[in-house]
């Protein structure tokens, strides 16, 4: 049995998080803004959040003298879903762990995930498990063509994931992906995609930061743009969804929830869950009455959480490793110069393409048209390399 823990959690105490990447050094911030203490554990010795926090645990996830050591923090979080859920639930057994192991694992298998989202009454991408060859028989697999396979587990970033036009295909695409478990879904005829970030204590206590809609290149997030350009009826239907499901799982914590928005009727269909933080979340740190990172920290503390209203229209933009190279320096100028324009950088010391490395938010008191247009031409400005 889970041990109890129900009174709030007040700084200066010690908060722990599982990942040092840039979550977790936003995070980091959050709580050391609040006054509370933070210990990381990484295993990576030069961890974005480790060079911030008061204590890093440089260990493997599954080091159990390192999960011994993070148990003794107040509350533990984490930052991503490929954590081991039989560890968190371990944790859980002496201090406060939020998210739940069992929430973690559901995000973990894309399978789980779909079934959960059907349990919360909702619509996702019509789909067919596949764990074996024989599950792609040409009668299955040819309702959902054009479709793409994806891994049940580990894809991100458009990892894992491989487009398909035929029965034919879609085997050889298993094969490919090694004949793990996976979906095969239908692709659709996607107008855009939204996510919102869910902040949820119980079921009285909840609330959303506004829709924001999401671009993406290569299979990453490229830009979001809030408010989302999406009448507000289907904005509001969005946030009572992805609270829809929050509460069907019994979420404690900070529930990322994507969503696809089909044709010009702005059908919406859950496409997939985070529990933690999203990239996509990253423009409440500059354009809303509270960040995700301080509704993560009051969360796991037994926090109600805080105010989401949105103060400025804007867009964010994800700052990738290709812009470092090949010489390995990026002038910041034409960002810093500007006063509607904010830079964040994560302290990776390797610069690798695709590897995110920082982003900026542009904010407009105008619209989320006008932000969005610049922070496209700033982010080509310094893709070009020749600011």
Not at 8 to 35: D, E, S, W, Y
Not at 62 to 78: E, I, P
Not at 345 to 364: I, Q
Request: proline content about 7%.
């Amino acid at each position: 049995m889970t041990k109890a823990k129900t009174t709030p959690i007040l700084p200066p105490a010690m908060l722990g998080i599982l990942g040092g990447g840039q979550l977790g050094r936003m995070f980091t911030v959050a709580a050391k803004q609040m006054g509370y203490g933070v210990t990381v554990l990484d295993p990576d010795p030069n961890s974005p959040a480790a060079a911030l926090a008061d204590k890093h645990i440089c260990a493997p996830y599954d080091d159990l003298g390192a999960l011994a050591d993070l148990s003794t923090c107040a509350a533990v979080t984490t930052e991503f879903e490929n954590v081991n859920a039989q560890a968190m639930r371990a944790l859980a057994l002496e201090t406060r762990v939020c998210p739940s192991g069992d929430s973690v694992e559901i995000a973990q298998n894309r399978i789980q995930e779909k079934a959960w989202i059907a349990k919360a009454g909702l619509q996702t991408a019509p789909y067919l498990p596949v764990t074996q060859d024989a599950d792609l028989t040409d009668e299955a697999v040819e309702p959902l063509l054009p479709g793409i396979v994806k891994t049940a587990m580990l894809g991100y970033d458009g990892k894992g994931q491989v487009r398909v036009s035929s029965p034919e295909e879609a085997r050889a695409a298993f094969k490919q992906l090694g004949g793990v478990p996976c979906v095969l879904e239908k692709m659709l005829n996607l107008h855009s995609e939204i996510s919102v970030i869910v902040c949820r204590l119980n079921s009285q206590q909840v609330k959303c930061f506004p829709p924001a809609e999401n671009r993406h290149e290569d299979g990453i997030l490229a830009y979001s743009i809030v408010p989302a350009r999406l009448p507000d009826e289907v904005q509001k239907q969005a946030q009572e969804m992805a609270c829809q499901l929050a509460e069907t799982m019994n979420y404690v914590g900070v529930l990322a929830v994507e969503m696809f928005v089909i044709g010009n009727d702005h059908k919406l269909i859950v496409n997939e869950i985070a529990p933690r933080p999203h990239n996509s979340g990253h423009y409440t740190l500059d354009a809303c009455a509270s960040n995700q990172f301080e509704q993560q920290v009051r969360l796991m503390c037994g926090l109600p959480p805080a105010d989401t209203r949105l103060l400025s229209c804007c867009s964010m933009a994800n700052l990738l490793g290709d812009i470092w190279l090949p010489e390995g320096k990026v002038n910041w100028l034409p960002l810093l110069q500007r006063p509607d324009v904010r830079l964040h950088l994560y302290g990776k010391k390797d610069a690798r393409p695709k590897r995110k490395m920082g982003h900026f938010t542009v904010l407009s008191s105008q619209s989320a048209d006008i932000a969005f247009m610049l922070a496209h031409k700033l982010q080509r400005q310094l893709q070009r390399k020749g600011n």
